[in-house]
Structures are given as C-alpha cells and as structure tokens.
C-alpha cells in the first residue's frame, strides 16, 4: 500500500530559527514528490517539485531535498517567519502502474512564535 | 502561474437543500480536476477525480449521487452536495493541472469552507 508519513506532528519554534519537516514514503513506482504549504482555512500552495533524478531544489527560504534511494524527503525552512506558520504537506505522486495517483501525508503543523 | 478559482469561499447552507461549488482555472485548460474534502488538523482527502466531457471517477466509500461533479469545459468543474446534512460540514477543496505539465505538479483552489445548519 503507498504511504506517507509525515515528522514531526507539530513543530513549535522561535521566529529566526531554522527547522526541519521529513517525509517517508513507500510508493511506487514514483513520478515526482511536492511539498505544499497550506494556511489555516486556505488551499495548498506548491513550495517544490522533484522528480526522481533531483536531490534538491529551493525556493526563497525552504529548501527540499530527496533521496529516492531511501524514500525519504526534507523541508528545511531557514530563518523563520511568523508568516511561515502553517501545515506542511508532502504528496508523492505515482509512475508507471500508479500514474496519476498521488498519496498525500498528513502534514506537519508549524508554529513560529515571536 | 497557474492559478485556480473556487467560489464561494464560505457557504452556509440549511439541512436538506443542495449546494455547488465552482472550480475555475483562469490562465490554463485542465481536462482533469480533483476535488478534495478536508477534516480539521487532517490532510485533504481525494473524493473525486473530474474529467471533462466525461462521468467522474470517485473515491471507494464516496456517494456520486450524493456529490454530484460535472466538468463541461476545460476550465470549469462543479461539486454539488445534494441534500446536504450537517456531517457534510467540512472544507471542500479542489486541484487542478496544466495539460502536458507533469512536472509542475497541480494548483490548488483557496477551498470552500461548508457549514449545514
């Protein structure tokens, strides 16, 4: 069965402080993963997008890396915000017989405090 | 970017009446849109996947005659809730993908926040 597990739970940090989200999953064959970022009572938002040939990729701030060797994947979030609190959500999306279907985790909850 | 429209973003409604829910993609055409239903401190669950001109593919457990989807163009599809009932109360989101985009994965709408009374 494809899975993905999502650590921590929750996270709660002081603002200016780096953190880490991981992502653990069993799908496959696998297409491509994506890290969202979801702000209570709004959709997600697409921070990254890896395939499999690609082991890291930024936007601004956040930092996504990917070994699909072990399945696993990283949000590294550098000096953070207020605004960067939020649910964190990791979705793998399938290839081959799986293509078209993606698996989303439960998401890692964000807390930047002052 | 791309971006994808969802309308209303909060809708109150009375037990029993049904309700739609627009999804738009304003800048790209999407033949496949998915709609998605989300439980607080939960991630979105897949209800259904929307395919334009055809009948809508759902989720194992979920009532097609109970979440009506019609996706008439490329740039549009609808859930309706007939007959809502309070437990249907939940926030109803949908995703939409660029035609021949794969690797731009899919755009989200803002989701639509339902409450039966």
């Known amino acids: 069965k494809n899975q993905v597990e999502q650590s921590p739970q929750s996270l709660i940090i002081l603002e200016g402080k780096n953190c880490t989200l991981q992502c653990n999953y069993t799908v496959s064959p696998f297409s491509n993963l994506r890290w969202y970022k979801q702000d209570t009572g709004r959709g997600p938002v697409s921070l990254t997008i890896m395939t499999f040939s690609e082991n890291t990729k930024s936007n601004g701030r956040y930092t996504a890396t990917l070994d699909a060797d072990t399945k696993q994947s990283s949000l590294h979030i550098t000096a953070s915000q207020l605004s960067d609190s939020a649910s964190y959500i990791c979705v793998v999306s399938g290839g081959g017989t799986n293509a078209g279907k993606s698996t989303f985790g439960d998401g890692t909850t964000l807390t930047v405090k002052p | 970017g791309a971006v994808v429209s969802q309308h209303p973003s909060r809708v109150i409604c009375k037990s029993g009446t049904s309700v739609k829910i627009e999804c738009r993609s304003l800048d790209f055409q999407a033949t496949t849109m998915f709609w998605y239903r989300q439980f607080p401190k939960k991630s979105l669950m897949l209800m259904a996947t929307?395919?334009?001109?055809?009948?809508?593919?759902?989720e194992q457990g979920v009532e097609k005659d109970k979440f009506l989807i019609n996706h008439a163009s490329l740039t549009l599809s609808t859930l309706t809730v007939t007959s809502a009932h309070p437990e249907d109360s939940s926030f109803y989101i949908c995703?939409?993908?660029?035609?021949?985009?794969?690797?731009?994965?899919?755009?989200f709408g803002s989701g639509t926040r339902l409450t039966v009374v």
């Open positions: 929307s395919n334009e001109g055809s009948k809508a593919t759902y």
């Open positions: 995703s939409a993908r660029e035609q021949d985009s794969r690797a731009r994965g899919y755009t």
